[in-house]
T-cell receptor, first 112, second 116 residues
Framework: GNSVTQMEGPVTLSEEAFLTINCTYT??????LFWYVQYPGEGLQLLLK?????DKGSNKGFEATYRKETTSFHLEKGSVQVSDSAVYFC???????????FGTGTSLTVIP | EAGVAQSPRYKIIEKRQSVAFWCNPI?????LYWYQQILGQGPKLLIQ????????DSQLPKDRFSAERLKGVDSTLKIQPAKLEDSAVYLC??????????????FGPGTRLTVL
């Protein structure tokens, strides 16, 4: 079946630290991969996506590369800010089907 | 551009009661999704509409949950009767089309349901 497994949280980092949130997936076929973010008090919003193997999605200093060989889509940022404090969700969507799967979410807190 | 609207924002009911949630997607979006997000978990897709037709409802507990999108715009999700385990945030999302490799899924603020 299709599923997403992401790193357990919560994660606490100091400002300007390097961030990695791990995400691995199981899927049949060739899914698209996504990272969504939920800031405190706000709704889910798309952060970045990659639609095929070796694609790199990037936005707001965050990056993730679609690695088919390791079935991974790890989220990285070189220098986090307090404003990055949020819950991050990895997700998988099938292009040919109509299924969308989220991971359990990773809470990030960045302290000054 | 107005976002996805949902109401009510909060609802508290007792078990075995009925409840309905309403969603108004972004204008022109053909695809509408309902998700259930239990505390501490990621959203789970319950049902997906393409215009007014159901594309996928494989994870919808059909013995108690129902959803409709009669005119291909607004949608309602109903639970009857509710159980304690239905306590969750119910999210509505919409996208221009079902191909999310090209189109973004936009989420509403959600309805937080508490079943006592």
């Amino acid at each position: 079946g299709n599923s997403v497994t992401q790193m357990e949280g919560p994660v606490t980092l100091s400002e300007e630290a390097f961030l990695t949130i791990n995400c691995t997936y199981t899927a049949t076929g060739y899914p698209s991969l996504f990272w969504y973010v939920q800031y405190p008090g706000e709704g889910l919003q798309l952060l970045l996506k990659a639609t095929k193997a070796d694609d790199k999605g990037s936005n707001k200093g965050f990056e993730a590369t679609y690695r088919k060989e390791t079935t991974s889509f790890h989220l990285e940022k070189g220098s986090v800010q307090v404003s990055d404090s949020a819950v991050y969700f990895c997700a998988l969507g099938k292009n040919t089907g109509n299924q969308f799967y989220f991971g359990t979410g990773t809470s990030l807190t960045v302290i000054p | 551009e107005a976002g996805v609207a949902q109401s009510p924002r909060y609802k508290i009911i007792e078990k075995r009661q009925s409840v309905a949630f309403w969603c108004n997607p972004i204008s022109g979006h053909a695809t509408l999704y309902w998700y259930q997000q239990i505390l501490g978990q990621g959203p789970k897709l319950l049902i997906q509409f393409q215009n007014n037709g159901v594309v996928d409802d494989s994870q919808l507990p059909k013995d108690r949950f129902s959803a409709e999108r009669l005119k291909g715009v607004d949608s309602t999700l109903k639970i009857q009767p509710a159980k304690l385990e239905d306590s969750a945030v119910y999210l509505c999302a919409s996208s221009l089309s079902a191909d999310l490799s090209y189109n973004e899924q936009f989420f509403g603020p959600g309805t937080r349901l508490t079943v006592l």
